[in-house]
């Protein structure tokens, strides 16, 4: 018997271990693996299998191992049978919606209402009509 159980697992979680100690946060999320980096800037990046997940809740993963045995577990080099990570581009909305994927939130780089290239002063030849 297949134990299917669905969890969702957002990037920029924090992956925490069976002892409470923090592993590092998501920095992707792959079919089999995590990719969880460590340190300030993220120095070190370590591939977590992703059979190591208990559960999750909207800001932590919870292991079902210490953190030590889970970054034993760990590999510190590209996982081979891991494909998802060759992929260069994301599926589209519309496609994962289709088949119940989640979207993924869109991302916030503090840029607010930032405008774009053609602001509301600009024609569609460029030319600033505020400024002559």
Not at 4 to 9: A, D, L, P
Not at 87 to 112: C, M, S, T
Request: aromatic share 6%.
């Amino acid at each position: 018997m297949v134990n299917e159980r669905k969890i969702v697992i957002s990037e920029g979680s924090i992956a925490i271990g069976s002892d409470g100690e923090s592993c590092g946060r998501v920095a992707m999320v792959g079919a089999k693996y995590l990719v969880i980096v460590e340190g300030l800037f993220g120095q070190h990046e370590r591939y977590l299998p992703i059979d190591l997940v208990a559960w999750a809740d909207a800001e932590y993963i919870h292991l079902s191992h210490t953190r030590a045995n889970a970054l034993a577990l760990a590999l510190d080099e590209l996982p081979t049978d891991e494909l998802i990570f060759g992929i260069a581009n994301p599926i589209p909305a519309a496609e994962r919606e289709a088949v119940g994927l989640p979207v993924p939130p869109r991302r916030d780089f503090g840029l607010g209402d930032a405008p774009s290239p053609q602001s509301a002063h600009t024609d569609a030849d460029g030319f600033d009509r505020e400024r002559g």
